[in-house]
């Protein structure tokens, strides 16, 4: 049972480059997320898809470009990354009745 | 907006000992109200939730009430043991107009437990 798959795991940036981070949940959840986890702060909503064709602004979408591919399939962007961007990503699925989560293991960016 | 908000740790406790976690909310709808756990080096998962008020969510020894008279959901166990050092989050999941759910979350209470 995959559940929610993240892609890549950890990886490191300059200043100025891009990336995807790639998401993929096998659950037939109709909402996807992508969050940020720094210490201190929690979690925080970057953006979020409550269903296919849909995408919304979280907390703090400055930054990121979000992309709902599918329904399976929900991508983060970055288009000049900034060592503020320095986090560990993680996206989720719910489910249409409740709401709970369900998590990736986490993709840890690290930007210089 | 809808907020979260839960106590500050770090909580250090005894094992056996009795555990709260304060949380309370702002919600503008009717929220579900969840905890999670993210034990050291892993992702978050689900530790109990409750779907709408007095409901009571529990598992693992763990307990909260969903208490819409004090926007409440305080986490609670009565023995502590090693095994539940992790960092607790509390968190809100309201249905919003495109058909699905926004989830936020509070900042998250780290609770180390000493044998």
């Known amino acids: 049972n995959a559940g929610v798959t993240q892609t890549p795991k950890f990886q490191v940036l300059k200043t100025g480059q891009s990336m995807t981070l790639q998401c993929a949940q096998d659950m037939n959840h109709n909402s996807m997320y992508w969050y940020r986890q720094d210490p201190g702060m929690g979690l925080r909503l970057i953006y979020y898809s409550a269903s296919e064709g849909t995408t919304d602004k979280g907390e703090v979408p400055n930054g990121y470009n979000v992309s709902r591919l599918n329904k399976r399939e929900f991508s983060l962007r970055l288009e000049s990354a900034a060592p503020s961007q320095t986090s560990v990503y993680f996206c989720?699925?719910?489910?249409?009745?409740?709401?709970?989560?369900?998590f990736g293991e986490g993709s840890r960016l690290t930007v210089l | 907006g809808d907020s979260v908000t839960q106590m500050e740790g770090p909580v250090t406790l005894s094992e056996e000992a009795f555990l709260t976690i304060n949380c309370t909310y702002t919600?503008?709808?009717?929220?579900?109200l969840f905890w999670y756990v993210q034990y050291p080096g892993e992702g978050l998962q689900l530790l109990l939730k409750a779907t709408k008020a007095d409901d009571k969510g529990s598992n693992k020894g763990f307990e909260a009430t969903y208490r819409k008279e004090t926007t409440s959901f305080h986490l609670e166990k009565g023995s502590v043991q090693v095994s539940d050092s992790a960092v607790y989050f509390c968190?809100?999941?309201?249905?919003?107009?495109?058909?699905?759910?926004?989830?936020?979350f509070g900042a998250g209470t780290r609770l180390f437990v000493k044998a």
């Open positions: 989720a699925s719910s489910t249409r009745r409740t709401g709970e989560l369900f």
């Open positions: 919600a503008t709808g009717y929220p579900s």
């Open positions: 968190a809100l999941s309201d249905r919003v107009n495109t058909g699905g759910f926004k989830t936020i």
